[in-house]
């Protein structure tokens, strides 16, 4: 699907529905900290602000997106920020798994356990990839330091 825009065409039942998730959202965030996932132009966003955010991250994987939402304007109390929303969310999750136990982390985060868990293999995969593969030691005349000598 297309990003929906206010300052483009949108077929009117989709911009509704959009525009009627947010405003009800608005109702549940004074004083949150929100995180709007695939925020787009951050239209969202800047209803969950007026809504009483105390802060709202608005994460897209367009920097055009954010050029768009910054040109429109009223941005002010918004941060943005590029990367995939699931991992973001991952790296968020996994932390919380390596300071508490596992199974208190879906209460805290209202999640399932194994939507947990799911997340939790994401952000070990991630720091995985950071940490890359480590170089192979040198092995001197075929043998390393933990062979048995003959």
Same mark, same amino acid.
């Given at each position: 699907m297309e990003?929906l ?5 949108a077929?009117p039942w989709?911009r509704h529905?959009?525009?009627?998730r947010y405003h ?5 965030? !004074?004083?949150?900290r929100? =995180?709007? +996932?695939?925020? /787009?132009t951050?239209?969202g ?5 007026d809504?009483? %955010?105390?802060?709202v991250?608005?994460?897209?994987r367009?920097m055009?997106?954010f !050029?768009?939402a910054?040109r =429109?304007? +009223?941005t002010e /109390?918004?941060s943005f920020?590029k990367?995939?929303v699931?991992q973001?969310? %991952?790296?968020q999750v996994g932390?919380l798994c390596?300071d ?11 999640l ?6 799911d ?5 070990m995969?991630?720091?995985l ?15 390393d330091?933990h062979?048995?000598?003959a």
């Amino acid at each position: 699907m297309e990003r929906l825009s206010l300052d483009r065409w949108a077929s009117p039942w989709l911009r509704h529905q959009h525009l009627a998730r947010y405003h009800w959202a608005a109702g549940f965030v !004074r004083g949150c900290r929100v =995180l709007d +996932g695939a925020s /787009g132009t951050a239209y969202g966003a800047r209803i969950l602000r007026d809504g009483g %955010a105390s802060r709202v991250e608005c994460v897209d994987r367009s920097m055009d997106a954010f !050029r768009a939402a910054r040109r =429109l304007g +009223g941005t002010e /109390g918004l941060s943005f920020m590029k990367a995939n929303v699931a991992q973001r969310f %991952a790296l968020q999750v996994g932390k919380l798994c390596r300071d508490m136990p596992n199974k208190a982390v879906p209460e805290i985060e209202h999640l399932h356990h194994s939507t947990v868990k799911d997340l939790d293999k994401l952000y070990m995969q991630q720091q995985l990839a950071r940490a890359g593969t480590p170089a192979p030691r040198a092995i001197e005349r075929g043998r390393d330091r933990h062979s048995k000598r003959a």
